[in-house]
């Protein structure tokens, strides 16, 4: 009798695992079928560290990923040129890059907001932001980064 109960055991041990094995090789077929190209496939969620979207010719479209303050949305231009939402250590930030280096940085500081002005050499030429007594500040600078101008 006791063998009996053993080999009943060890006969719900193999069902169990075939099962398991079942359910995950159907796993591996839907997420081959995702991978093949597949224009049609709905998954529930995707959990992962980065993503990485890309165009036909494996050049990067757009790419979300973490960063230590939180999460980043990256888009970028085919031809140059690139935008981002993201987070740092004040809050948020927000810039969109041309694809010789002109662009725009908007974020947040400790004292309220800051937004900087690069020409197409990447060089800041204006900055604005609120200074740490509360009142504001902009700064225009030359190709150089020499100080041309400013407000208070």
Known sequence: MKQSQQDQDVENRIENVESQLKDALAQIEAL???QSG???????????????????EGKRG???WINEYGGVVSAF?????SAALGIDEDGGVVGAYGK???GIYLSNNRYGGSMAIFDTGGKNVVQA???EDGGSGIEIRDKDGNQTGSLP
């Open 62 to 64: 757009v790419r979300l």
């Open 129 to 131: 932001s609120v200074a």
């Open 32 to 34: 081959k079928s995702a």
């Open 77 to 81: 231009g085919k031809d140059g040129g």
């Open 38 to 56: 597949a224009q049609d496939v709905t998954l529930d969620a995707i959990t992962c560290r980065t993503l990485a979207v890309v165009d036909d």
């Open 100 to 102: 010789d280096g002109e």
